[in-house]
């Protein structure tokens, strides 16, 4: 839960709502964020965003009022850290350092799209991937209406010698890949695999490359154009 002044007499009550809590023997952290004036109020300049306490007044005199507001609650705080000299990537790595382990995978989603070139590239995909070198089943007359979600298709494309070497070889790739986005902050990376149609190859890869991923994180599949 994200609070601010902005909350207005909600926020007000924030110190007897984290009182009832713990009465209530709920148990909780609190995470202070703050940075220097200066830079609060180059921030604010760069946005061209009015201060909440002084929005017809002086921006550096709303920071101040605001640090007066919140004096309490920093005195609560479990943890503070000054963001005055860190990027967002430098940002979201000490909240890792915080409140999850560096390294767990389960920190990162994966989207797995399957999709056809003809219906263009997915616009939100981290890694795209082109599967139209395989041997493509549209051609085969008892495939040709099923997709790569049926098991003869899935047979059928996975069981090529160079489906197969690809697998591999793609599988390995992402072994590698996968903990360094995680190191550089990345919470959800999309793949997109796309066939000429989106109907049967990239349908079979996604699902074969979603088993080996959702054994080493939270791990979501879609067929974009499989209808």
Do not use: W
């Amino acid at each position: 839960m994200v609070c601010d002044l902005r909350g207005g007499e909600f926020f007000s009550s924030l110190n007897q709502a984290l009182r009832d809590l713990l009465e209530a023997g709920f148990r909780y952290q609190i995470l202070f964020l703050e940075a220097s004036d200066n830079v609060l109020v180059n921030r604010y300049k760069e946005s061209r965003r009015r201060h909440p306490i002084s929005p017809q007044g002086n921006i550096l005199e709303g920071i101040r009022a605001e640090r007066r507001y919140l004096v309490e609650l920093r005195g609560q705080a479990h943890k503070i850290i000054d963001s005055s000299d860190l990027t967002n990537a430098q940002m979201k790595k000490k909240i890792r350092e915080v409140f999850g382990s560096e390294n767990d995978p389960a920190r990162m989603s994966v989207s797995v799209v399957s999709f056809g070139f003809k219906y263009g590239i997915p616009l939100d995909a981290d890694i795209i991937i082109d599967v139209r070198f395989l041997p493509n089943p549209y051609y085969i007359e008892e495939l040709k209406p099923l997709n790569g979600k049926d098991k003869k298709v899935r047979d059928y494309v996975l069981a090529n010698k160079i489906a197969l070497e690809f697998m591999d070889r793609f599988l390995h790739m992402l072994e590698f890949v996968l903990p360094h986005y995680l190191k550089e902050g990345k919470s959800h990376l999309v793949i997109g695999i796309g066939c000429t149609g989106g109907q049967h190859r990239s349908v079979a890869i996604v699902e074969k490359t979603a088993e080996y991923l959702q054994k080493k994180f939270y791990c979501t599949i879609s067929h974009r154009d499989i209808d």
